[in-house]
């Protein structure tokens, strides 16, 4: 079968599997050291996307008759380094090797026991060698696997696998010669270099994603390797030549033949599919949904038959909010004879409201001795949320309105200590006013809205007070601040307030405008009066014309350079405005020059009218 990884919900890896084709079981060794520094999530991380881009690089470049796929993943205390990274990896893999030579002949009947997972191919990953910290890869031998020498940058690179990998199926360098060349010729195809073109630091590494292949051109530009076999070419004169031979007479009984095709055919002669004992389907469930406030939950781990020894599969377990759980990769163990088990998970119950649903997800991988199921690999459980959400407090932001009658006026209702959701608010309003609305509804993260509230105008002859209240919430609390004075302002007796006069002062240094109230001078009033454009300083200033005063002046600074300059009055308070007379414009003139100056050209202008007097008594006299 050919296993292809994808990516899935919530993503997690799922493999999609093509019939007819080879399948090479990867092992993964991480070392403590490497696990220590980079983290075990990213190293999976990186061995996942590498055997990817090795899968899709095969295909692209016309191979689809082998693909690989990870087996499983395992940690490995020992230091590597470039002097010993040879030994170790052929150590681990004579460690799991199933199929051993004897003699000069082929042994078939050995226990399948010690290499549970299937493991054809080793990849060891470790850190960065300090001893040669130049090597990121190096490909251990025909049929062992590589090791890999990983430092921050080299996380990122692509292709670092398939190039390795291509070494230990018998695949050589595009461009060996270069070795043996002061001037290196990468191999190239679409104007970019092949995965096995010579790892050479001094150009980019393998970005086109190609395995050179003579039937292949992209962008015009031929893959073949001229002069020699290129690698697509004799991995699939090792695959014709394997399907050819690997059938049920060669793979138990002809072990001499076997054994002659795996020196010419590397890693190939490995047992096929049939010599594997039966697989059990494992699946896996969980509940959909959990209360935050037991802090677990329970997934069932289920096989479709009893086996006759140990089984187990790898649970990675994770969620999107990190706050949640730690990522974690927990091997269940199905004994012999069992076909279900129970695996508890814990999750963190923080006890603060998340507007977010939060779930886990559990995906069932790299089985051992069993199959998992392509239908029930993932479950995903929603932590449903034991906390109330924080509905906030709510109260006016003003409790003493004035509204002239018949006129409107806006009050904010402010929402503090939270806005987790929607709430609604119910207001009452009584006395001569009247609302825009008595529910107002509050979203989540809105903090105020606006009520407009409007004075009836009965032409009442006194002040009128009411009050507005805020006299239910749907959720949250009313603060103390939740009623609100209402005064209905009689606007008579207030007068109506106009702006008559607006002018620059003789010394340039400020424009006074002067307000005057008509038809009424009961009461303070204080009216708001803003002063803009070139001419003048912007500003806006109070002017208070106090009981019985009908007029007031209010200053402003104007520009020494000149320009124009509009006063206006922006709110009349409790009196009425005279819309016709509510702005003057001005032009300020620019400012003479210093007074020194000026005492100066006068004394000059003096002098000047004094000898003109004299010659014109002079001329009068002749």
Request: aromatic fraction near 8%.
């Amino acid at each position: 079968m050919n296993c292809i990884k994808n990516y899935v919900a919530a993503g997690a890896l799922m493999f999609s599997c093509a019939v007819n084709a080879e399948v090479v079981n990867i092992g993964m060794w991480l070392t403590k050291d490497a696990i220590e520094k980079h983290g075990e999530e990213t190293l999976r991380s990186w061995g996942e996307t590498q055997v990817l881009q090795l899968n899709h690089a095969l295909k692209k470049s016309g191979i689809n008759e082998l693909t690989f796929q990870i087996s499983s993943f395992f940690t490995y205390d020992q230091k590597v380094d470039t002097s010993n990274n040879v030994t170790l990896v052929r150590e681990i893999q004579d460690d799991i090797q199933y199929a051993y030579y004897v003699g000069s002949g082929f042994k078939n009947l050995v226990s399948h026991s010690k290499n549970p997972y299937r493991i054809d191919m080793v990849l060891l990953v470790t850190n960065q060698d300090p001893n040669k910290s130049n090597r990121v890869g190096f490909s251990n031998g025909l049929n062992d696997g590589s090791t890999y020498f990983l430092s921050d940058a080299t996380l990122s690179r692509d292709y670092l696998v398939a190039h390795e990998v291509g070494h230990s199926i018998g695949g050589h360098h595009d461009d060996a010669t270069a070795y043996f060349s002061d001037v290196v010729h990468p191999h190239v195809c679409g104007g970019a270099t092949t995965i096995m073109a010579v790892d050479n630091p001094k150009r980019a590494k393998y970005p086109n994603g190609y395995f050179s292949n003579a039937d292949l051109v992209v962008s015009g530009q031929s893959c073949g390797v001229n002069g020699e076999a290129d690698f697509v070419g004799y991995i699939k004169d090792a695959l014709h030549e394997h399907s050819k031979y690997s059938d049920y007479e060669l793979s138990r009984g002809y072990g001499v033949h076997r054994q002659s095709f795996s020196y010419k055919y590397p890693l190939l002669h490995r047992w096929t599919a049939e010599d594997m004992p039966e697989k059990a389907t494992v699946e896996i469930s969980a509940g959909a949904i959990v209360n935050e406030s037991q802090g677990k939950f329970v997934v069932d781990v289920s096989l479709s038959e009893a086996a006759d020894t140990d089984t187990s599969v790898e649970l990675k377990v994770y969620a999107i909010d990190e706050s949640l759980l730690n990522t974690q990769f927990v091997q269940v163990v199905i004994p012999a004879g069992a076909t279900h088990v129970e695996k508890t998970f814990n999750f963190n119950n923080d006890n603060v409201y998340s507007r977010v649903e939060r779930k886990v997800f559990v995906q069932a991988q790299y089985p051992k001795w069993l199959k998992v199921s392509q239908d029930n690999n993932l479950t995903t459980t929603v932590i449903e949320e034991d906390e109330l959400p924080n509905y906030g407090s709510f109260k006016f932001a003003a409790t003493d309105i004035e509204i002239a009658e018949g006129e409107q006026s806006e009050l904010l209702i402010v929402r503090e200590n939270g806005a987790d959701a929607p709430v609604t608010v119910k207001l009452t309003v009584n006395g001569e006013f009247t609302v825009n609305t008595q529910t107002i509804d509050f979203g989540i993260d809105e903090y105020s809205k606006t009520v407009v509230i409007t004075a009836t105008d009965n032409e009442h002859e006194n002040d009128v007070v009411g009050e507005i209240e805020i006299d239910g919430v749907s959720n949250g609390v009313i603060s103390n601040d939740s009623t609100a004075k209402l005064t209905s302002l009689d606007d008579d007796k207030y007068g109506v307030v106009m702006l008559r006069t607006a002018k620059l002062t003789d010394d340039y240094k400020t424009i006074v405008a002067t307000l005057e109230r008509t038809e009424g001078t009961t009461g303070d009033v204080t009216v708001v009066v803003k002063a803009s454009g070139t001419g003048v300083e912007s500003a806006t200033k109070n002017a208070t014309l106090q009981d019985g005063q009908n007029s007031v002046t209010v200053s402003f600074l104007p520009n020494s350079e000149g320009g124009s300059a509009k006063i206006e009055i922006q709110e009349a308070g409790k009196a009425k405005l005279d819309t016709n007379n509510y702005q003057v414009s001005v032009t300020i003139d620019k400012k003479p020059e210093s007074s020194s100056g000026g005492a100066f050209g006068y004394f000059l202008y003096l002098l000047m009218s004094l000898t003109f007097l004299r010659l014109n008594n002079i001329i009068s006299r002749d």
